[in-house]
């Protein structure tokens, strides 16, 4: 599902809503970031903030080769039927043709397990450049990209994104965006959320629906959209800047970003409003941040 895309040569730049899903859904995607992380961790890098970290012994390197091949297969086999598609021109250009859904767990399997071996989390673009077309041809399928992987052309977090599976992808610059290949999505929560924002949220939005959810999600990041529009002396709109932009600015990376001060603004927005609102969806909103904002607290 895609909202307000911002800048994408390559695949969907989007809002990643977060479905409504049942446990095990859930243990599989904070499985797969545990094990992600803890792999970024180990060349140095940072994943997710609401990661726990492994146990000793399936953090061994031995043990963790194992983790990341099984996480992606237990993450593939929960959410495989409703983000991916395998009939070539259905609307999904990333498809392989004669390819199944076996062959795409597999395939990708084996890139992230070759990538932990031989040094792709560490220097992921010189990794990437070391693959055949048909192993970039996976990627990009896994990635829903829209056009041939450039290697050449990728930032450092872009081709790490490439070498983790969707639900463990970082912001690693925190500039507010995840770039994967030539596409850049805001998130909501991403890998830069504290982990008990991550729980108030989840919490709040337990029992939406996929649509109120997604709302809610682009609500949340719309600090950082605003941040980077610029208007004149007249209060015109003049230009937005653009990821990658010198004057690009992510606000809610800053020290004094308060979560709690987001969540009071939409509440008094909502009582700005009110009397422009429909009451049933006044109420729903208004029950929305206030359990967000009493599970932050």
Avoid: C
Avoid at 86 to 103: C, L, M, Q, W, Y
Avoid at 136 to 150: E, M, R
Avoid at 158 to 186: F, H, I, K, R
């Amino acid at each position: 599902m895609s909202l307000s895309a911002i800048k994408s040569t390559s695949g969907e730049a989007s809002v990643r809503p977060r479905e409504s899903k049942p446990s095990t859904s859930q243990s599989a995607e904070r499985h797969l970031q545990d094990v992600f992380s803890t792999v970024l961790e180990k060349v140095g890098r940072a994943g997710f903030e609401s990661a726990q970290p492994l146990n000793q012994e399936a953090a061994s390197p031995e043990s963790l080769e194992r983790e990341v091949g099984s996480s992606w297969e237990q993450w593939f086999n929960e959410f495989s039927q409703t983000r991916y598609s395998f009939i070539a021109d259905a609307g999904s250009p990333s498809v392989r043709e004669n390819k199944t859904a076996s062959d795409l767990q597999k395939d990708y399997k084996e890139i992230l397990v070759d990538a932990y071996q031989h040094g792709g989390y560490a220097t992921p673009n010189a990794y990437l450049q070391s693959l055949s077309s048909e192993q970039l041809k996976t990627i990009q399928q896994v990635q829903h990209l829209a056009d041939p992987i450039q290697v050449a052309n990728l930032s450092e977090e872009a081709s790490l994104n490439l070498l983790l599976p969707p639900d463990a992808q970082v912001d690693e610059n925190q500039d507010g965006l995840t770039a994967v290949g030539a596409a850049y999505s805001l998130r909501f929560p991403d890998s830069r959320t504290p982990s008990n924002v991550r729980d108030a949220w989840e919490s709040a939005t337990q029992g939406l629906s996929e649509s109120d959810r997604m709302i809610k999600e682009l609500q949340m990041v719309l600090p950082l959209l605003t941040a980077n529009m610029h208007f004149d002396s007249n209060g015109q709109y003049v230009r937005s800047s653009q990821p990658g932009d010198a004057d690009w600015i992510n606000p809610m990376a800053s020290d004094d970003f308060s979560y709690v001060q987001t969540a009071t603004g939409w509440l008094e927005y909502l009582e700005r409003f009110k009397s422009q609102i429909p009451p049933d969806q006044y109420q729903k909103d208004q029950s929305f941040w206030s359990n967000f904002r009493s599970n932050l607290l």
